[in-house]
């Protein structure tokens, strides 16, 4: 079967930087998509990656090793927005989003 | 008004009520998305549209019937609901035939069923 894996919640502290991981086992790869969700609102995109190394996009960057089956997001320098659920998608050899729970970031003072 | 728009923002619904989700995309996109979101849970496919063709229907119950009159709308019939069925519907549309498999989603429509 397709499996997306993420830590169901994480917490960090504002200023600090945070990486939430996430493992995939799919049916074909054509790219991976970090999303983010505020609370009631709806999912916004992050990041695509599609080639293995390091997308750097301001204070976020996102990681992807195909041959591991692995990503992350490194979120740097936290602010109190930053507190937000992070879902992980793999696009699958028919083009369809497999999806993983999400983790929920708490950002303290 | 940009982007995805989806009303109602929430619903509450007898078991024995019909009502419909609507969704509107305004971004020229050719594909749209219906979505479950319930808490702790992988966002769960529902419904694909593409080209105003349904191409999708992952083992979704009868008593959600989607319609898709034109590439820019989209609804989602419902009728003898269950409580299970209480959550986060979303709505996304994206431009498949640009290369790019980018969804953009709507904010949802919280659904309780009583």
């Known amino acids: 079967g397709q499996n997306i894996d993420q830590p169901t919640e994480m917490t960090a502290t504002e200023g600090a930087i945070v990486q939430i991981n996430c493992t995939y086992q799919?049916?074909?790869?054509?790219?991976l998509f970090w999303y983010q969700q505020h609370a009631g609102e709806a999912p916004t995109f992050l990041s695509y990656n599609v080639l293995d190394g390091l997308e750097e996009k301001g204070r976020f960057s996102s990681f992807l090793s195909r041959s591991k089956g692995y990503s992350y997001l490194l979120l740097k320098e936290l602010q109190m927005k930053d507190s937000a659920s992070y879902l992980c998608?793999?696009?699958?050899?028919?083009?369809?989003?497999?999806w993983g729970a999400g983790t929920k970031l708490i950002i303290k003072p | 008004e940009t982007g995805v728009t989806q009303t109602p923002r929430h619903l509450v619904m007898g078991m024995t009520n019909k009502k419909s989700l609507k969704c509107e995309q305004h971004l020229g996109h050719n594909a749209m998305y219906w979505y479950k979101q319930s808490a702790k849970k992988p966002l769960e496919l529902m419904f694909v549209y593409n080209f105003k063709e349904q191409t999708e229907n992952n083992s979704v119950p009868s008593r959600f019937s989607p319609e898709c009159p034109n590439s820019s709308h989209l609804f989602l019939h419902l009728h003898t609901l269950q409580p299970e069925d209480s959550a986060l519907y979303l709505c996304?549309?994206?431009?498949?035939?640009?290369?790019?498999?980018?969804?953009?989603f709507g904010p949802g429509t919280r659904l309780t069923v009583t």
């Open positions: 799919t049916s074909g790869f054509n790219g």
């Open positions: 998608a793999v696009l699958d050899s028919n083009y369809q989003l497999i």
């Open positions: 996304a549309s994206s431009q498949e035939t640009s290369g790019s498999y980018e969804q953009y």
